[in-house]
Nanobody, 125 residues
């Protein structure tokens, strides 16, 4: 059974940093593209960052240069290092696994069939 468990969210002031983690259970982690999404109150969920099993990286423009996605296949863990946080980064953050192994190129939520429960990030000005 696939399970994704996020942690690391919290409240920080603008300019601060947080590192989110997502531990995966129930499948061969290294075979799959993984992504981070976020959803702010009253807004649609958006893709933030993607990392492929082949090292492919993708970021939404609003986080480029501030966020870094990485993975540790030995620990079955996905990370999102978030620096220079802004109030507009406030959202619930979700990790997600691509539905199929060895596939993926864009941060399209329709391609991701497995989701964690989310971790809240709040950035105050």
């Amino acid at each position: 059974q696939v399970q994704l468990v996020e942690s690391g969210g919290g409240s920080v002031q603008a300019g601060g940093s947080l590192r989110l983690s997502c531990v995966a259970f129930g499948y061969t982690f290294e075979y799959y593209y993984m992504a981070w999404f976020r959803q702010a109150p009253g807004k649609e969920r958006e893709g933030v960052a993607l990392i492929g099993n082949d090292g492919t990286l993708r970021y939404v423009d609003s986080v480029k240069g501030r966020f870094t996605v990485s993975r540790d296949n030995d620990k079955n863990t996905l990370y999102l290092q978030m620096n220079s946080l802004k109030p507009e980064d406030t959202a619930m953050y979700y990790c997600a696994r691509h539905t199929f192994p060895f596939r993926g190129n864009s941060i399209n939520q329709a391609d991701f069939g497995y989701w964690g429960q989310g971790t809240q990030v709040t950035v105050s000005s």
